[in-house]
T-cell receptor
Framework: AQSVTQLGSHVSVSEGALVLLRCNYSSSVPPYLFWYVQYPNQGLQLLLKYTTGATLVKGINGFEAEFKKSETSFHLTKPSAHMSDAAEYFCAAVGAGGGNKLTFGTGTQLKVEL | DVKVTQSSRYLVKRTGEKVFLECVQDMDHENMFWYRQDPGLGLRLIYFSYDVKMKEKGDIPEGYSVSREKKERFSLILESASTNQTSMYLC?????????????FGNGTRLTVT
């Protein structure tokens, strides 16, 4: 079964610093991968998605993610953190089999400090 | 813009009550999903549906049932609410067109069972 692992349940960065949120997936078949963001008291919003082809995917709000098959990773980055980036981030994957149900990682809470 | 509407933001119910959580989407999506979100556990799939009158169990269906009588509406039912069902419940919908079609989420229903 497909599983997604997010390393670090809490990440803290200074405003202006690099943001790196880690995600690894398990599967011998590269899945369809997504990053979602959840702001307080809201639902999940799509940040970006990977489909076969380009390994660097650009999303909204300056975020991007790099797909590395050899490392089964799909880490999320942003060059310069902003206070408004403070939120919870979820990595998710559609695995083998039919349909597009998502398996989610356990989430990473990003804190941005002055 | 896709809109997924969950009828209640907050619900407080007593143990043993029958609870209905309603979700409506306005984009004619075939696929609909119910997830529960708990701190440290991420989102876990309860039930999903790929068509009207169709339903399939997700990863944690025990204690829940669902109903999909119309394409746009997907209801989650707690037959006899228990305190361990206190959680945030998120509904999502998605197109069946391609497997990398993103899911669109409602703002969630925070259920407290006392």
């Amino acid at each position: 079964a497909q599983s997604v692992t997010q390393l670090g349940s809490h990440v803290s960065v200074s405003e202006g610093a690099l943001v790196l949120l880690r995600c690894n997936y398990s599967s011998s078949v590269p899945p369809y991968l997504f990053w979602y963001v959840q702001y307080p008291n809201q639902g999940l919003q799509l940040l970006l998605k990977y489909t076969t082809g380009a390994t660097l995917v650009k999303g909204i709000n300056g975020f991007e993610a790099e797909f590395k098959k050899s490392e089964t990773s799909f880490h999320l980055t942003k060059p310069s953190a902003h206070m408004s980036d403070a939120a919870e981030y979820f990595c998710a994957a559609v695995g083998a089999g039919g349909g597009n149900k998502l398996t989610f990682g356990t989430g990473t809470q990003l804190k941005v400090e002055l | 813009d896709v809109k997924v509407t969950q009828s209640s933001r907050y619900l407080v119910k007593r143990t043993g009550e029958k609870v209905f959580l309603e979700c409506v989407q306005d984009m004619d999506h075939e696929n609909m999903f119910w997830y529960r979100q708990d701190p440290g556990l991420g989102l876990r799939l309860i039930y999903f549906s790929y068509d009207v009158k169709m339903k399939e169990k997700g990863d944690i269906p025990e204690g829940y049932s669902v109903s999909r009588e119309k394409k746009e509406r997907f209801s989650l039912i707690l037959e006899s609410a228990s305190t361990n069902q206190t959680s945030m419940y998120l509904c999502a919908s998605g197109s069946s067109g391609t497997r990398n079609s993103p899911l669109h989420f409602g703002n969630g229903t925070r259920l407290t069972v006392t």
